[in-house]
């Protein structure tokens, strides 16, 4: 029997590859060769192209509330175990938050360094409804008023409205309670989780048609602007890549070398493998056994407490989500001339915080969570039509940023508690035989 013909396998990542540099090229040559007209502006551009493009947004949006409630209410009802683990849970808890927060400050702080969004005017581009979900996007509120909103005085109209931050607050809240309630409860808790495995599956099916929302999306923000478009695109990647890279190797190695008191070099070094796991899957959940064996076996970090910390990390830490959103934020303000003062800053890094804790661990999620950060300050969600079709590319990087902070944190809190044996540490060949089980 002949061989059958090798098909070619191009995959989701290649596919929005292609999608990005097909629709970048058709848009390009609506913009500078097909003349203006009915054809090319009311059948093309502000017909397929707008309609295609905003039903996939919209679809994105469809997603947010339910997914991002169900994925928090999981979240927090773990987090009951820290019961088991006393103190270290809270602590972990402490850093997560906190490393996120720090992170989000690092991105808007290079996002208004780098300025991606400048010099480009987009904001006759705005067409898309974000007063559906825009429950905590009124810039004219007080600061105190802001941190009112976030106790819902009806989770009901909370979650119709889409108020994203009350939505979190209410979510941590039925979370913990379940948690605390154990097997009362265990229909309710069965419940969630079955409806947070619909929500995956339902955004893989979404992120499925994403090559063709992309090629749309960047055909029509093309064929307005032409290759002006190109440049934000690029400082925009530049930009998240370059927070993730100060995230990863000053915020983290400070933290480790200030309160673990061990070579930061060290630890990076032998926990790279981990880090292009992550990369090549995007994915932090599929990291956590690899997470937890290299920390036990290279760095000789006690498995009772990375067992815990680990997976609760995947779930709500995601310091490299929050950067892309960080820098997001600044590109899109800059593009559409929203001015954003003090205030929307403050409220940014809260809600990208928070909106860590609803981000579940697989690929693409982070653009879905995206949205409620543009709505809690009144961003169009337009500005995610660019970012989305380069997005595959930092989704990775990102993802290996998330899993070295669940890694950074857990080291910390072991070290501290003394659960940390620093000679398998300090043993360069500690844990060889996970490199050799990669390698086989
Ligand atoms: N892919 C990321 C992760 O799994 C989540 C995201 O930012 O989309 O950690």
Same mark, same amino acid.
């Given at each position: 029997m002949g061989e059958k013909p090798k098909r070619l396998h191009i995959g989701l990542t290649g596919s929005i590859l292609i999608a990005l540099g097909l629709g970048l090229l058709c848009g390009v040559i609506f913009h500078y060769l097909v003349p203006a007209g009915t054809v090319r502006d &009311? %059948?093309? %551009?502000?017909g397929i192209f707008y309609v295609v493009g905003q039903g996939f947004i919209r679809l994105m949006q469809m997603l947010v509330v339910p997914l991002v409630f169900c994925s928090i209410v999981c979240g927090a009802s773990s987090i009951g175990d820290t019961k088991t683990l006393g103190t270290i849970g809270l602590k972990t808890l402490a850093f997560y938050l906190c490393t996120t927060a720090l992170a989000v400050t690092v991105a808007l702080s290079i996002g208004n360094l780098i300025n991606p969004g400048r010099g480009v005017d987009m904001s006759s581009m705005v067409a898309s409804d974000t007063s559906t979900l825009s429950?905590? /996007?009124?810039? &004219?509120?007080s600061f105190t008023d802001t941190l009112l909103n976030i106790i819902p005085k009806n989770p009901i109209q909370a979650l119709a409205s889409g108020d994203m931050l009350a939505i979190i607050f209410f979510a941590l809240f039925v979370g913990i309670i379940l948690s605390t309630m154990g097997r009362k409860v265990e229909v309710v808790h069965r419940f969630f989780e079955q409806f947070n495995d619909i929500m995956m599956k339902m955004t893989s099916m979404v992120m499925y048609v994403a090559p063709i929302g992309v090629f749309c999306l960047l055909a029509r923000t093309f064929a307005n602007i032409g290759f002006d478009a190109f440049l934000p695109m690029v400082k925009y990647m530049l930009g998240v890549l370059l927070a993730l890279a100060v995230q990863c190797l000053v915020v983290y190695m400070v933290l480790l070398t200030v309160? /673990?008191?061990?070579n930061p070099m060290k630890f990076l070094k032998k926990f790279v493998s981990v880090m292009m796991f992550a990369f090549s899957t995007a994915t932090s959940n599929a990291t956590i056994p690899l997470n937890i064996e290299t920390l036990e076996k290279k760095m000789g970090v006690d498995r009772r407490i990375s067992s815990f910390t680990i997976p609760l990390g995947a779930t709500i830490n995601m310091d490299g989500t929050s950067i892309m959103q960080g820098v997001a934020v600044v590109f899109t303000a800059q593009l559409f001339g929203v001015q954003l003062g003090p205030v929307e800053y403050a409220t940014v890094i809260a809600t990208a915080t928070l909106a860590s804790i609803g981000t /579940?661990?697989?690929?693409?999620v982070g653009l879905i969570t995206l949205s409620m950060v543009f709505n809690s300050v009144g961003l169009p969600l337009e500005g995610i039509a660019l970012i989305m079709g380069i997005d595959r590319i930092l989704d990775m990087t990102r993802t290996a940023v998330n899993i070295t902070g669940d890694a950074v944190c857990t080291t910390i809190v072991a070290k501290r508690a003394g659960r940390m044996d620093t000679d398998v540490f300090n043993d360069p060949d500690a844990g060889r035989e996970l490199d050799d089980v990669k390698a086989a």
């Open positions: &009311d %059948v093309f %551009v502000n429950g905590s /996007a009124n810039t &004219d509120v309160f /673990a008191r061990i /579940a661990g697989v690929p693409s």
